[in-house]
Every structure is written in C-alpha cells, then in structure tokens.
C-alpha cells in the first residue's frame, strides 16, 4: 500500500497530467528533494522556490489570478504564520471582485506534532484555517483520502487548504489508490527517487485513475451507539484504538472521520450524536478559540435537550510551544490514555 | 519606439477632435472610448516648437494624453465633490499622477488572459483605467457603493477597481502585495512565451512608501531568479509622501530604482509628472520586457494633490500639477489654444456630473447579498446550512 | 470627559513620564500627524517608522530584548496579519528561553468595524489574539479603561496586546481620567494637536495620576437577574442599551465587560451565570473558531446542569470582509436588534 | 587595528599553550573558557613566514582561534554522534563556518545589555559561542534537551542556544526574522549612544537563502533611516544552499551584500573560510559602526560540511574544510607541527564525550513543567484556573 507522501504525489501527478495542474512549488519541492516528506518526488512540474514564504503564496494567489492551476507548498505549517493576510486575499478575492475573479488554488501543508519535532516543527494549523472564510480546508488521515481530496481540491474552482498530518505521512494505508500495483516494492521502485544520484532518475508512473472524495463529506470510520468521537488527521489512529479498547470492554464508541474542516459535514456528525447522545470532539492545536469548541458550541446549540453529556472537546494545551523533550511534547498535545480518559469520563456521566 | 518617433516628426498642425480621439497606432494598444464629443483644440501651428520632446510623438497622440489626464482629473474631482456632499464615505485616488497613469494605460496590451498584459494597480489607478477606457460611471458607481458597482458590488472603496476583461485584478487596500501577485501572472506569461504562446507582461504599480514592505524586495528576487527571468514591469510612484510621513525621513535610499541592481535588472528613474518622458520610459521598459523576457524596475517621481485621502480632507495641496506644465507646453507650442482646457474640462465635468446624479438614483447592495461569492457559484459558505 | 484616543494619548505621556517607555512609534504615530485616531499626538517618544508591519513588530521584539519599554502600533488591525508568526514569537520568547528572556511590549491596534472602513479597515483582531499564548490581551470599552489598561500593559513584564475598538476612539466617557481637568474644553486646549501648522506646537499636559485597570478582571457595567451578557469593545454600548430596552420590559439584564480577553475573568462571568442562568456571549470578529464559543464551551462544562438555556454566541457572520454600503456592514456584525433579538430569544427559552 | 596589526609582527615564536589561550588585547574582548589543557603547538619556527596574511596578527591569537575552531567542529562532530547513537532527535550546527563564527566570537563586546553587543544568531552559531567561552556541555545538554539545558529547558532543537549574560538573544527556527529583531536592539543601543551612555553593536547572522525573506530587506531599511542609522552588522554566511536548493538557482545577485548598496550602506564580501580575512574584516566593520553608528552588511561565503541537518543524514560531504586549509598555513609556517591538530582533537574529544557521558545520566524536564515561564514569575497562563 501507499504511503501518504507517496498518495499525494501520485495525485498531483494525476493532476499535473490530467487536471491542468501548471505549477507545484515551494521550498525543496523540486529535484532533487522533491520536499522534505519526498511528497513532490519525480513530477514535470515541480519545481524549487526562494526561501520566502510570502513569495510562495503571493506567486500562487497571481498563478490563480491567471486562472492556471496550482499546487504550493509551505514546507510547514509553522512557517505560515508570516502569510495570513496573504491567505486572507485568497479566500475573498472572488468576495471582493465581486464574483469576478476566482482564486483555483491549492495551498497544502504538513501540520502537527508527533515527529519530535519540537517548538518549530509540531504548530497545528486547523483552527487557525477555519478563521478563514472563502478557503475550503480539508485534512486526509489515510492515503486514500490524501488522494481523493487533493484531487477534488485541485479541481475545487475556490482556494483549498490541504492539511497533511506529518506524523501520517510514511503510514501506509488500508486501501489501493485505483491504478496503484498491488506490490508495495513494486511501487517504490516505481515512484521512489533513488537514494543517492538522482539526476537521470524518472519515475514510471503507475496508471491513475480518478478519484474524489468530496470536500465536504465526513467518513463514518467505525460505527457505534454509545458515544460520538469526531476527530481529523493524525488523531485518527489514535482514536480509533480507543474505541477498541472500550469496544473490548462491551462499550460501543463511533468514530467519524471529517476529513474537511470547511466546509464541514454537519449532517453526519449531528446524525452520530442524535444517535449516540455524548460526544467527543479531539485535535491537537490549542485548546482556546479552538475548531473543536465550534463544533461543540453548535452540538450545544443544536441538540442540548437530546444530549445525554456535556459534548467534549479535547485538544492541544494552550501553550506558546511544544517542547521536544517527550516528557513535554507529551503532557502539551493529545495522546492515547488522554482519549481514553475523556471518552470513559463521558461515557460516565449521567444526566 | 524609433518608427513612431520619426512619424511624429511629421505629425499635422491643426489636428481634429477626431485626431485626438486616436490612438498611436504602433506603440499603443489601448484606445479611449471616452464618449464625449471633445472640444477643438484650436491650435494654431504645431509639431512642438522649440519643445523638442513633445515634437517626438505624433500630435493625435500627444493631444489625446492630454485629453486624458484632463478627464482623469475631472473624474478624481468629482469623486471628491461626491465625498464631500455626503454621497460617499471616503475618497482615495489619483489627482497628481495622471502623467504617469495615462500613458501606461495608453500602452498596455490590453485584453483578458495571460497573453494579454496583467494590471496589479494601487488605489491609484483611475488615470490608467481612463486611459484603457473606463467609463467614468464606473468609478463613481464603486465610490457610491451601489449594485451597480461592477468592481465590489458596493464592497470596497473608491479606485478598488477590477475588471477582468481588461485584466485588472481586484486593487486592494494592504499595502504592497499586488508586486508579490505580478510575480504569480508573471510566471503563467513566461511560462506560455517559453512555449511560443502569444503572452503579456504584468504591470505592477505602487507608492514609494510602500516599497519598505518586504513584499517589495520579495518580488525583486522572485523577478529575477536565474533562467527564470519574469516579464514583470515593476513600477513605483514616488510622492515623496506615506500619508503623513515624508519619504525622505525613512529612506536612505537615493532613489527606490537603485534597489534593482543589485538583482541586475534594468532600472530607471523618470519624472512622472512630465507625460512625454513617461511615454517614452513605459514604451521602451515594455518593449525590452517583451523582448528579452526580462524585469524592469522604473521608479516615477509624481506629484499628491489632494492629500493623502479623504481623511486628511481631500483639498488641493501644493505640488506640481503636471496637467498644468503639460498644458502651457501645449500652450507654448501651439498645439491648443489657452482656453482649451477649460472648454475640455467643462464638458467632462458635465459628463462626470450627469453620471453621478444617474447614480444617486441607483440602489444600494442589499443585506441580503453578503453570502454572495463566498464560494464560486455561491455555493453556500453558510455553516448553518451545511 | 476625555475621548478614547486622549486617554491613551494621555496614559501614554504617563507612561514615558513615569514607567520608562522609549519608544511609542508605528506608521504616521509620530509629529505632525499623530496617529490616525491622534492617539498619539505631543508625545515625546513618539515617531514615525517606515511602512513595514514586519518590521514595526519586529523592531518592538528587539527593544523588548533590550529591557527597553515600548508601545508599537499597526494603524489597522487589518494590517496586523503579516506579523502573526512575529507575534507568536513575542508570545514564546519567554518560554523558548526557559525563562531567560521575557518580552516587555506593548502592541496597540485599532479593531473592530462601525465606521464604515470597509473591508480592510473594518477587522476585527479578538478571536485571532486570544490563540496567542503567552500574550495578554485587553480591550477597553471607555476611557478611563483604556487610561488604567494601557498603563496596566506599560507595566507587565510580557508582551501585551492593547485593542482599541476604533469606533469608540471619539467617544467620550462618564469618569475622569485621574488629573484630567473637568472642563473638556480646557483639555482640548491643552493636548489636542492644533490644526494647520504644528510645528511649533506644544502639549501641555495635565498632572495625571497612575491609575491601572488590573489585567484579568471584568467590570460588571449593569447588575440583573436574568441574564448575563458578556463583551468587550465596541459592543458595550449596544448591550446597555439593549439590557435598558428590556428593563424597561421589567426584565433585568446584567452585562460584563470583560475588558481582558487573555486571561479573562472567569470568576465574574461564572458568578454571573449562576446568578442568571442564562447567557449571550457578544463581539464582532467571525463566528466560526470564535473567542465566544470558548468562553461558551467552558459555561457549557461547568455549568451544564445549572444552565437554564444554552450559552449562546453572537458575533461577526463567517464573512471573508466586511462590505462597505451599510446594508452590507449591518448584516455582517452584530447591531442593536440584533442583540435584543437575541436576548428576548434566550429569555424565552423554558428548560 | 592598525595597533594589533604592527603588534602581530613581533609575534613570539613557540608560543606557549598559555599563550595559545590568551586573547588578543586589543583587538578582542572575548576570552575563551575552555578548561581542556592544550597540548604544545610545537611550532619551530614563526611569524607567518611567506604567508604575509598570517603574520598580521599575534601568533597567540592565530594559534587562539586555531584552537577554538578546533574544539568548534569536535563539538559539532560530538553533537552528530550523539544524534547518530540515537542520544538526541535532531542535529543542526555549523561545521564548516569556524572561519568565520570563531574570529566574530573573539570580537564581540561581550555582556549583558545595551551597552555590550548583542548576538542575534541563526542555528549555527557553535563557533562563536565557543570562542565567547560557551562550555561544550551547555550545547550537549541542549541537544539531548535535559533540564539541565540553560537554554532552553529540553524544550528546542541543537543550537537554539540563549545566553542572556553573554547577550545571546534565543536562537529560533523560523529564517530571517533575527534581522528585524537586531534592529530593535540596535535601536536601543542607538538611542544610548545619542545620550553619550555607553553602548553596544547588534550582530546578526543568516544564511543564503534566507535573504529572500522580506526581512532581510526590512532590516535594510531600517537600518539605514537617515539621521537615525543603527549600530548593526548584518551579515551573511553564504554557503550557497538552502537545504537542497542552490543559491545560483534562485538568486540572481551576484553578490548579496550588493542589496545594500542602493542604502549607501558599507557592505564587503569576505572569504568566511579564512579566518584571517575573516577577522580583518569583522573588526573593521566593528570598528566602522562603533565609531559612525551607521550599518555595515558583509557577506561570508562558507562552507556546509554535513549537510543542512541530521534530516539529510548528516555526513561528511564534500567542501572547502576552513580548519583544513588553516591547519595547512599554520602548518607550512611553522606555527604548529603536523601533528599538532591530531592532538588538540583528541583532548576536545575526550573533554566532549565525557561530557555528553554525564548529561546521559541527566534527567529531562517532566511534564508538568510545560506551563512554566508562559508569564513572568510563573504567573498563571492556564484558563482553568483563571
Ligand atoms: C499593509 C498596509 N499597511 C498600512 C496601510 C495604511 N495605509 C494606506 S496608504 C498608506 C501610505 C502609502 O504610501 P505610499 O506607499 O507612498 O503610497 P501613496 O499613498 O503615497 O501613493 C498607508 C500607511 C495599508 N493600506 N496597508
Ligand atoms: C521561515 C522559515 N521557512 C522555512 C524554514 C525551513 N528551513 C530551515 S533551514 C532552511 C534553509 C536555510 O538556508 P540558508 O538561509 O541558506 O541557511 P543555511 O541553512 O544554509 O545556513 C529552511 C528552508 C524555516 N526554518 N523558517
Ligand atoms: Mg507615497
Ligand atoms: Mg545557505
């Protein structure tokens, strides 16, 4: 199976070939890194920008102006922090034209703890692309959904911010990208880039078709009647194993995938608490004017009568920074026994 | 520019409203489409006099700027009367640029798409837009802030223009981020002249202020990476003025231009309030941008009229007025009779009068459009409907 | 009374007479001009900096590092958004440092819409500051706050956030300033920059007194019952009057003004709720990812079963601007029916 | 300089390991710390011989840095192994940049204040902490991110070092935005300056690549305000990659330090692998902005020796060693015997394992220190408890 890295490649290289995509850059996006998760291996349109990030979104924001397609990268999210007023003209350039001029943009990202990558390297991005409105944002937790969003956002005619959980990327998936060998090796030797000289390396690409997931559309990704988790990203794993745990306990938990953040599928995920009556919603960027508080702001808001629990949400602390020591890294963003905590507290509470 | 020049020299004495209304046929593209029937000029001999530098462009031509940075004005002061009846909320534009504005408009390929040339103005652009042929109407509709606001449907400020068939990319308010832009429109271009498609140049106009933004610099590098070279025309207006705080007081910088070289790139520094040299400057920048695939960085030194906006009061400041030089020129040399600018300006001051009181009449965006393009096709961006 | 922009200007002098601060600067803050509200004018510390937020921000760090008090502006919070990462920076500098450098700044900004700004002069900055850990965040809604806040972040050790709801810049309180002379002409007189030439123009200050407003603690600006409103900003005088409109119903509301988002006084909204049973969280940045939905997610926790409605948020429609035609700005943010309408809602609800 | 320059040609020969330690008088005010007891330089001979460069300065300080850009890159190599054995989670550092990071470490005015120079270092910053007195340990204590790391608590990566008393600001991630800061402290320096207070110089340091930032180009400008020019040396460490990206693929300047010319700014361009040039050039600059209070910008090409960081492996890659190429001058001017490196390595080894042996046994901060030093004084920064 896939990797993540490996999926989004494929996909860009689907959209390169059949999708129009013209461009995909950022820093060490091109040969011969072909950026630093090796997401951009081996593509004709990949290429190495200056070391600017305001630059990267800037050139995108004028690529999209033109109406060409194209896929940036920031090589972290922690580096976008410089490029909001920026990402800011993305979302309401079709707004302010006054529907004139759209804005067909990917911007994609790796978002997250979970790789020891202390202060600079571990800033989430999900609640901050939320306060972003005209931008679509989705965020895949396997290699098939990389796939299927990143299609659907290279075709999206609006600007669409494509989360990567960088602690999923090397994970490999469940399911087979269509058109992908069934041969893991075989894949690799087909689209992995050589260690060592890569100057006259070309992948042989693996024939792709296509496949969306639409933004928009959440995953039930185990059903249950006892308790709702909603969650995105790298938190998926995580969650799903808690589930597990209760489920070996008689207790039944259902885990949702949303997968897109914004526009985000309100239909299922009131349709899991009606069913369920408690609700947990988990991500890992700080906990205050959280994502996760919305959603529960709206459960509240929606269902208070019909709820069995206080709906939950469990997220980063909010701290300026996670630390790299394990011990820190640990205590600041969500992790297996945290879930398990909140989801037996709830399961708990009695009305 | 040379085949233009020396048909100039044998430009006609006595030229017509109609010869006004022409546009240079080699190096412009753009053609007025002004409706007013303009007034004679009246001159009485002509092919510049003494005034070697107006004697280098054909007559039409040269008359026809004037007429145009005429109207532009009389657009910009018209604004300014509808801010201050109470008709608007606040006045930005260009009184004092038209020297520079005009001309540009006069030469840019103009047309929708990248083969065409991009324009990323400032909150400055109505000489330019006048110039392309922007119906006064317009400007005062975005002012106003009506439906009718074709620009931002009643959403934005004053000279926040956009028109995409004419590839005006929306102006916006933040400082200094259309120069990072023209490099986005910059590199579709080059990418379809690499490959022998018809393409344009993106122009990118701005304050000098502004250019102490990183975004400045950011886009000197982005122009000017090697084997990437960008058909970008990177322009400044230096007003020696950021609202209220003088150039002058912030900027060790003998001249913003000098900043290209550094990059290599080709760089000038021209007097913007003279339309003459403007011309020449802007024709022969794009012309060797055409060319070479290649970035200019040409800094204009102009003149701010009005003030800053309308919140320093929107009343008319010392400072060169470059309509006023451009006007004894053609005086001097005969091209137009003294009382030309005044019958030229009347009639545009009606135009722009009769269309402002055709808009008084237009009705406001409602409160119910706010949801509108959010989404392309209005697909709904409401979360309580999702 | 003094106005908005006199208090500041006059905690400011306060603070350069007295608290040690150098350097009051930002674009246009200096002589003649300053600031666009005049919130800086006659200050001696005060000066113009290039046209550059990054490096207004940026230079604000640096003097912070040097243990140098200064109080930095952007002109218009909407302008503020290509510094977050820089003001993420003054957030964790402290924490970085494992305590070794703490970062004594002040950042001032007007925010907020309510005087037809239009999209770019109509931002809000709220919601976006409370996800600054490490930072401080207040915001006045009167003169006399913004005279004991302002002088109240002067003398905080961290880096404090100092927003000033730029429709309330002109308005004039009901208390004195400490050593504010009572005529309002005679200040005037005395601090107000004179029209035409300036350049020999002096201030005259009062003898102004230290007068803080401490950082963390809300006001209760009118006592109830029935309801709790919580808000900050511009959005006070709509409350009052809305809570006047329906006591004169017979109905009693109470409104806080939180006038510190970061911390925030949660023991006043608490005893507030428990009073009342019932409330409306009220501000004018975008709904979705608000700072309103956590202070209603926390309500929701902590008092799920005392509640007698559900907490509930108004605020700013998830826009990408704020449109200038009034039709268009008062569907966007909050106005006075809005308010009521809200109230009487929450009112009806029967648990 | 002049002073130290006449002095260095009487430099002794056989310098002593005493000697060896000492810093210059005049020249520098840094003083190295290292405990280790040097071996012999069994120089013979001296005073530079043919290679005129190096008997410009004293023998002693010659043979100082020698020694300092040794212990330099033995503590870089130690940081590498460390992360190799799997003792840390990531390695950056500066091998290959000793030629110039050592000589900046010997010239700054060292303190804590305004009135000493302060340090805005990028994350390669190890030789001229070591020549400021740096013990190895506190940079192994950081790469292993035990709480005994002064710096930064076990809380950032491999030098991300903060040295209050030495004015070292916290080292961060993010590129380029060091320059914006140094001109805040310079600010702060300037003004005591003006009042005739005694007062420091902000040094900056970057890399190539990251002058693309617009806040390479911010700091330019504010450095520069007229009538109101800091006290900052803005430098450059160009070792012609960023990460996998080649300078020559992105820039198109042929020289960095040419962007400040258009600010009339003194700029050069230094051979950072050679620490003589290196430190003619460095204390000239100091010297320029002392005395002026005016910027100085000098770019230093360097060398990249492992790579970007543990993320591209980490290994030994081909370059321009500057201790090589040192060592080689010392060596055929008979300032130290061939096997003179050989042992100096040898003692900084040991000093450096036996140090990363007792930080192994160290322990790391625990999790409940993750809300301390949000606020100053510990003040409460957990909403669940406000
Ligand atoms: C990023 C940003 N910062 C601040 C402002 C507020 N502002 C509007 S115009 C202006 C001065 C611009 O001066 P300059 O660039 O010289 O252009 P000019 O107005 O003189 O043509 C300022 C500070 C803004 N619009 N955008
Ligand atoms: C703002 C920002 N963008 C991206 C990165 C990721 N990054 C770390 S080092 C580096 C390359 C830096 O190159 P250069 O400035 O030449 O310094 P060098 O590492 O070569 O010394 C990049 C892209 C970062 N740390 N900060
Ligand atoms: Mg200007
Ligand atoms: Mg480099």
Chains 1, 3 share one sequence.
Request: glycine share 10%.
């Amino acid at each position: 199976m896939a990797s993540m890295a490996q999926a989004i490649r494929m996909a860009l290289h689907y959209g390169e070939k059949n999708l129009g995509v013209t461009d995909i850059f950022g820093e060490d996006v091109g040969a011969p890194l072909g950026g630093v998760f090796t997401a951009t291996q081996g593509l004709e349109n990949a290429w190495n920008s200056p070391l600017d990030e305001r630059g990267i979104v800037s050139a995108a924001l004028g690529l999209g102006l033109a109406g060409d397609r194209c896929v940036a990268e920031i090589q972290f999210c922690d580096y976008i922090f410089n490029t909001i007023d920026l990402l800011k003209i993305g979302g309401n350039t079709l707004w302010c034209s006054n529907g004139q001029y759209n804005m067909p943009i990917v911007v994609m990202t790796p978002v997250g703890a979970g790789i020891r990558g202390s202060i600079y390297h571990s800033h989430s991005f999900d609640a901050w692309a939320t306060r972003l409105p005209g931008w679509k944002v989705v965020m895949p937790s396997n290699p098939l959904d990389a796939y299927g969003l990143l299609i659907a956002a290279i075709k999206d005619p609006n600007p669409v911010l494509f989360l990567k959980p960088k602690a999923l990327m090397r994970v490999r998936g469940e399911d087979l990208i269509p058109g992908e060998p069934s041969d893991e090796k075989e894949l690799k030797a087909m689209i992995d880039a050589p260690i060592g000289d890569r100057s006259k390396w070309k992948p042989r690409w693996p024939k792709l078709e296509e496949y969306e997931v639409p933004i928009g559309k959440g995953k039930i990704v185990q059903e249950g009647t006892d308790l709702s988790v909603g969650r995105y990203g790298r938190m998926l794993p995580l969650c799903v194993k808690a589930a597990e745990m209760f489920t070996r306990e008689g207790r039944s938990i259902e885990v949702i995938d949303l997968r897109s953040l914004y526009p985000y599928d309100w239909q299922m995920i009131r349709g899991s608490i009606q069913k369920t009556g408690r609700v947990l919603f988990v991500n890992e960027d700080t906990e205050v004017t959280n994502f996760g508080e919305h959603l529960a702001y709206r459960a509240t808001q929606e269902m208070f009568y019909e709820l069995m629990a206080r709906p939950r949400v469990l997220a980063g602390k909010n701290l300026p920074g996670i630390g790299l020591h394990p011990n820190l890294e640990e205590a600041s963003v969500p992790h297996l026994e945290d879930i398990e905590h909140e989801i037996a507290d709830i399961l708990a509470e009695i009305p | 520019m040379r085949g233009s020049m020396s048909k100039a020299k044998t430009g006609k004495t006595n030229a017509k409203a109609k010869a006004m209304k022409a546009t240079v046929g080699k190096a412009g593209v753009g053609k007025t489409k002004s409706k007013a029937a303009a007034p004679k000029t009246g001159a009485v001999k002509g092919a510049g006099g003494k005034d070697r530098a107006l004697g280098l462009l054909p007559k039409e031509l040269v008359l026809n700027m004037f007429d145009l940075m005429v109207k532009s004005r009389v657009l910009e002061e018209r604004l300014i009367k509808v801010y201050k009846t109470g008709d608007a909320f606040f006045w930005i534009g260009a009184p004092g640029e038209e020297a520079f504005g005009v001309p540009l408009g006069l030469l840019v390929k103009k047309g929708q798409g990248p083969s065409h040339d991009y324009l990323h103005l400032h909150y400055r652009g109505t000489p330019t837009l006048i110039a392309m042929g922007m119906p006064m109407i317009d400007s005062i509709r975005l002012i106003m802030n009506r439906a009718t606001d074709r620009s931002t449907g009643g959403r934005n400020f004053a000279n926040h223009y956009c028109f995409p068939e004419m590839n005006v990319v929306p102006v916006g308010s933040p400082i200094e981020v259309q120069y990072g832009m023209a490099v986005g429109t910059a590199i579709a271009q080059r990418r379809r002249k690499m490959k022998g498609e018809e393409s344009g140049v993106s122009i990118v106009t701005g304050g000098d202020a502004g250019t102490a933004e990183g975004d400045f610099a950011s886009a000197l590098i982005w122009a000017s990476r090697p084997g990437a070279e960008l058909p970008v025309y990177l322009t400044v207006q230096n007003n020696k003025w950021g609202i209220s705080t003088g150039f002058d007081s912030q900027h060790g910088e003998k001249y913003i231009a000098d900043r290209g070289k550094a990059f290599g790139m080709r760089t000038n520094v021209v007097n913007g309030n003279d339309p003459i040299e403007s011309y020449f400057a802007i024709s022969q920048d794009l012309e060797y941008i055409r060319k070479n695939t290649k970035p200019v960085l040409t800094e204009f030194a102009v003149s701010r009229l009005y003030g800053h906006s309308s919140a320093s009061g929107a009343n008319r400041e010392a400072g060169e007025c470059p309509i006023e030089l451009f006007e004894k020129r053609l005086v001097d040399s005969n091209y137009i009779r003294s009382d030309f600018k005044k019958e030229l300006w009347e009639q545009y001051d009606r135009e722009s009068r009769e269309a402002a009181e055709l808009v008084r009449t237009e009705a406001g965006p409602t409160g119910d459009t706010i949801w509108d393009h959010v989404y392309v096709g209005n697909e709904n961006a409401d979360w309580r409907k999702f």
